[in-house]
């Protein structure tokens, strides 16, 4: 039982260039989100989504992208990376009417040079 | 918009002691969930503890326990005979609106255990 895998863990991007960080979990939770963690900040909510085909900015949405044509599947693009989104991301899944429990991946650590 | 703030950026306690991490919350909802994650050096996400903002039961899991007060909008875990494991980045967390939409953590505390 796999769960909630991210893909890759680790990756080093430069400046300018795409950089998509895909998200699996076989649970079929309706609900998946996208985190990002900083140090002094905690994690803050990037996207998440209710369900496939809806999506919605979480706090702090800028130079991010994602969709979700599949209700397994929620991949972030970073359409044109900066040394700011340098941070650790983690993607996680809830059941929907649930009691707000999110279950993590294991995070990809992105380094923007 | 819901604030999470956890006051102690570190925390040190004794194997075997006690310790209590504080985290208060600001909200205007009345149907609500309160969570403590912890990560540990391997960077997973691990759920500690579960609070319903309806029950005035304070949750325990084993050795972990919350103080659960709702007027002042107050959440803290309570840590017995600390053990060396439980050496982490501990996070306070709120949920709301069904939870469709995203936690609110807290910035973090970290937890020194001394052997």
């Known amino acids: 039982d796999a769960g909630i895998t991210q893909s890759p863990r680790y990756k ?19 609900y998946m989100f996208w985190y990002r963690q900083d140090l002094g900040h905690g994690l803050r909510l990037i996207y998440y ?3 496939a085909d809806i999506t919605d900015k ?3 949405p800028d130079g991010y992208v994602v969709s979700r044509s599949k209700t397994e599947n ?10 700011s989104q340098t941070s650790v991301y983690f993607c996680a ?12 991946g294991p995070g990809t650590r992105l380094t923007v040079t | 918009a ?10 040190s306690v004794q194997e075997a002691e ?43 899991e084993n050795r972990f326990s919350v103080n659960f007060q709702k007027a002042a909008k107050s959440f803290s875990l309570k840590i017995s ?24 953590f807290g910035k973090g505390t970290h937890l020194i255990i001394q052997p």
């Open chain 2, 18 to 60: 006690t310790v209590t991490l504080s985290c208060t919350y600001d909200t205007s909802e009345s149907d609500y969930y309160l969570f403590w994650y912890k990560q540990p050096p391997s960077r997973q996400m691990i759920l500690v503890i579960r609070q319903e903002a309806y029950k005035q039961q304070n949750a325990t």
């Open chain 1, 49 to 51: 989504s209710a369900a």
């Open chain 2, 81 to 104: 005979d600390s053990q060396l494991g439980d050496a982490a980045m501990y996070f306070c967390a709120y949920g709301s609106g069904g939870g469709a939409d995203g936690l609110t």
């Open chain 1, 74 to 83: 929620f991949p972030l693009t970073l359409e044109s990376a900066t040394r």
């Open chain 1, 12 to 30: 080093i991007t430069e400046t300018g260039r795409q950089v998509t960080l895909m998200c699996h979990q076989t649970w079929s939770h309706s």
């Open chain 2, 2 to 11: 819901q604030t999470v703030t956890q006051s102690q950026p570190e925390m």
């Open chain 1, 58 to 60: 979480g706090e702090v």
């Open chain 1, 93 to 104: 899944s809830s059941i929907a009417g649930s009691s707000y429990e999110q279950y993590f």
